[in-house]
């Protein structure tokens, strides 16, 4: 143990070193952190020896983890400054005495409804018990009809079906049959025998249970529909994909013409099925993304009793309906919650009220939102990034060894024709159709708005596909990348600090928001991505021999992480996790090409420049480290492990920076310390 303090402390004195020798290089800059604060920075850890604790234990210790919070970190942090942000918004709206039909009352209605407690408990289960009344009532000819009742109104037993972007034509819309039906979402939940496995779906039962008494069953009525549920859900994850399987496209895409589809789930009357569902009269070919899956709920609606289906519907409807019923309910679901992600206390009413009118109205708010918060110059900026990353990224391609030309000329006709969204849409949501009543209940108000939602969403079939849409809010702190429309959007919010600020330095920005462009960028070339061409179709641009050499890739990087030990008996899952993986560090690469292009034609000589003591390289490094800061409970990093396609934020630091040659220049980091990998270990893919 001596020995490892001694290395470790010796792996820090060369850190500080090579800042000193910076600094005598030049006399020493203005320059000053604005996303970082050095005072933070740890140094009693080597940043050769755990980079990410070097970064943010400090600012770990500080702000340990409240009962609200699984996990807190950076991207929180911006999350609570917009939740103050939006409350502002919501309550101005409703200081105006706003008229009846307007927007602004609609709003209103929907957070006061969801913060009057007082009426929520005082109705209890009420809002849904003529419902509930209905799905017991049918009659054994009358389960057919409450089948597409269910499916058209509340919740997706057996299976889920939409129509979604063609995989083979990106223009057009197809009609798509999925696996689903399962609460916990992931199969192991119901079939591993691990100990933490087992806990959660205790929990489900419990969580069942509880529940139904609320919504009016006695102790054995629930219990008895608690049985049936986990036994119809553990039939479904028998056949449901794993993880892994869940990352293989190809596989998905399984065209089938409206008559094959009978002849493989003949359970189903499927003509009828999306005429009453879905108001759709001709659909005369679909996709089927999980065959077997689908089997087995058609073997299910076959063979089990009215009862047991019974049960099920009555599940899923009080399920999707308990978060806008009363505190009973709430609360049962926030018990789960616990043993799910190990928070401690229920965030406060105001935040749940917020969220939910977020999620009925959210551009309208967000419509609001830009108007003050975000400034021209900043989609201005970005433009600007967007482009110096697309170049860099067309640089990568050109000089990269593994791949042929043919397939560089296939990879550079997608990236040049990636389409970018900042900031907001060009055209806002028109609610002015959304009908929502103060005399009705919260869940009332809150069903319609779904419905709303859901006919706004199914009235696109026929037509071309909208490609001026967005698939996030301009207030939602986050960034994705759509590989039906070859786009990357970024919405207002992420541009702030850490991640933006117009007075910080080009290296804390790269290092922040442009690699996060970088990261989106390169999932149009990640596992799953790869897949689409310049036009978002499935098609195989690829030849054989290039395929697998990425193939080969990527198994190395899955290999990195599979061997980080998260919990005691839990590994990382390095191919579910594999597309994030793979973003992460072609974002880092190529950005710090697009960060050292700008200084050069800037003319900035970046030998000689410090900021706060640290060199421009080294800053970029930081901010990147300094994003994905958080505290987490053991709890949520075992759900997030199972569930997330994104590694934990320790991971996305320390095992992808251990690839990067120049974060080993930039920190002197050589043999012998821990976040060294030898060469021939390190993988570079984009």
């Known amino acids: 143990m001596n020995i490892t303090k001694l290395a470790l402390s010796m792996t820090f004195t060369a850190a500080l070193s090579l800042s000193a020798a910076a600094q005598s290089a030049a006399p020493q800059s203005a320059q000053h952190m604005h996303s970082l604060n050095p005072t933070q920075f740890d140094p009693s850890i080597a940043p050769g020896s755990d980079f990410y604790g070097y970064v943010n234990r400090k600012w770990q210790q500080a702000n340990p983890l409240t009962g609200e919070h699984s996990r807190y970190g950076k991207f929180d942090i911006l999350s609570d400054t917009n939740e103050v942000r939006i409350k502002d918004i919501v309550l101005g709206l409703a200081s105006t005495n706003p008229q009846p039909g307007t927007v602004a009352y609609k709003v209103s209605t929907i957070y006061e409804q969801a913060m009057d407690s007082v009426r929520r408990n005082t109705l209890g289960a009420a809002p849904i018990k003529a419902d509930l009344k209905h799905i017991e009532d049918a009659k054994p000819e009358e389960m057919t009809d409450l089948f597409y009742w269910i499916h058209a109104n509340y919740a997706s037993p057996f299976f889920a079906s939409a129509p979604q972007e063609d995989l083979n034509n990106s223009t057009r819309y197809a009609m798509y049959v999925s696996g689903g039906g399962l609460t916990l979402g992931d199969r192991d939940y119901y079939l591993s025998a691990d100990p933490e496995n087992v ?147 229920q965030r406060p009413r ?68 990636f389409t970018v969204k900042i900031g907001y849409p060009d055209k806002w949501k028109d609610y002015s159709t959304m009908e929502i009543d103060p005399a009705l209940s919260y869940y009332e108000n809150m069903h319609n708005v779904g419905m709303w939602h859901q006919r706004e969403y199914l009235a696109k079939w026929g037509k071309p596909v909208d490609r001026t849409e967005w698939g996030m809010t301009p207030q939602t702190v986050n960034a994705y990348y759509n590989p039906m429309a070859n786009e990357i959007v970024f919405p207002a919010a992420i541009l702030q600090a850490p991640f933006f600020d117009p007075q910080a330095s080009d290296a804390e920005n790269y290092g922040g928001i442009g690699v996060v462009i970088g990261h989106e960028m390169t999932h149009g070339f990640d596992d799953q991505g790869r897949n689409f061409d310049a036009e978002g179709n499935m098609v195989n641009w690829w030849t054989p021999e290039d395929a697998e050499a990425f193939a080969a890739l990527t198994q190395g990087l899955v290999g990195q992480f599979d061997q980080v030990e998260v919990l005691p008996g839990l590994n990382a899952n390095g191919t579910y996790t594999l597309g994030e993986n793979i973003a992460d560090q072609g974002g880092l690469r190529v950005a710090m090409t697009a960060f050292l292009d700008s200084q050069r034609k800037k003319g900035v000589d970046i030998t000689t420049e410090l900021i706060d003591g640290f060199t421009p390289v080294q800053t970029f490094y930081l901010n990147y480290a300094n994003l994905w800061g958080q505290n987490i409970r053991d709890e949520a990093k075992r759900s997030l492990t199972l569930g997330d396609v994104h590694s934990l934020g320790e991971n996305r630091v320390n095992v992808t920076l251990r690839n990067l040659d120049p974060f080993f220049t930039a920190f002197g980091i050589t043999e012998g310390m821990p976040m060294y990998r030898p060469e021939s270990e390190r993988v570079v893919i984009w």
Do not use: C
């Open 199 to 345: 806990k959660v779906r205790k929990a489900l039962e419990q969580l069942i249970v509880k529940q139904m008494i609320n919504a009016g069953y006695s102790k054995r009525d629930a219990r008895r529909i608690m049985k049936n549920v986990m036994k119809i859900e553990t039939a479904i994850a028998e056949e449901t994909w794993t993880r892994e399987e869940s990352r293989n496209l190809p596989a998905m895409n399984n065209p089938r013409t409206i008559e094959e589809l009978g002849e493989m789930y003949p359970n189903i009357n499927w003509p009828k099925f999306f005429s009453e569902t879905m108001g759709i009269d001709s659909v005369p070919n679909v996709i089927v993304t999980e065959i077997n899956t689908v089997k087995r709920a058609n073997d299910l609606m076959g063979t089990l009793t009215d009862r047991e289906i019974k049960d099920y519907y009555l599940w899923k409807y009080v399920n999707q309906a308990s978060s806008a019923l009363s505190d009973d309910f709430t609360d049962a679901n926030f018990a789960f919650a616990q043993v799910m992600s190990g928070v401690k206390e």
């Open 350 to 417: 105001w935040k749940r009220a917020l969220a939910a009118t977020q999620g009925a109205l959210g551009e309208a708010i967000g419509q609001l939102y830009v108007e003050k918060y975000f400034p021209a110059s900043s989609k201005a900026y970005m433009l600007e990034l967007v482009e110096n990353l697309r170049t860099a990224l067309g640089k990568h391609i050109i000089n990269l060894k593994w791949m042929s030309d043919d397939t560089k000329l296939n990879a550079l006709k997608k990236l040049a024709a």
